[in-house]
Nanobody
Framework: QVQVVESGGGLVQAGGSLRLSCTTS????????MGWFRQAPGKEREGVSG????????YVADSVKGRFTISRDNFKNTLYLQMNSLKPEDTAIYYC?????????????????WGEGTQVTVSS
């Protein structure tokens, strides 16, 4: 059974930082493209950042470019999202997902396994 579990969310003031982590089990981590998505109330889920199986290539959405950094540790089966200079508009539930292909822009349909999400709230 595949499990995807996010952690690291919380409440932070604008300008602050958080690091999200995502661990997986039941799948061969280094065979999967990994991505971070977010969904704010009343909005569609959007792709924030993605990284290839080997970690060589990555993508970040324009809205977070220069502030968010994605990385992965294939030995620890863990994905990270370092979020700096957070803004109130970054408030959302953040989801980790695993997919079999690398396709840009990130699309939810390209990802097979999902976590339940972690809440990130940025106060002004």
């Amino acid at each position: 059974q595949v499990q995807v579990v996010e952690s690291g969310g919380g409440l932070v003031q604008a300008g602050g930082s958080l690091r999200l982590s995502c661990t997986t089990s039941g799948l061969t981590f280094d065979r999967f493209t990994m991505g971070w998505f977010r969904q704010a109330p009343g909005k569609e889920r959007e792709g924030v950042s993605g990284i290839t199986k080997d970690g060589v290539n990555s993508y970040v959405a324009d809205s977070v470019k220069g502030r968010f950094t994605i990385s992965r540790d294939n030995f620890k089966n863990t994905l990270y999202l370092q979020m700096n200079s957070l803004k109130p508009e970054d408030t959302a539930i953040y989801y980790c997902a695993a997919g079999r292909s690398w396709y840009l822009p990130l699309k939810t349909a390209e990802f097979d396994y999902w976590g339940e999400g972690t809440q990130v709230t940025v106060s002004s």
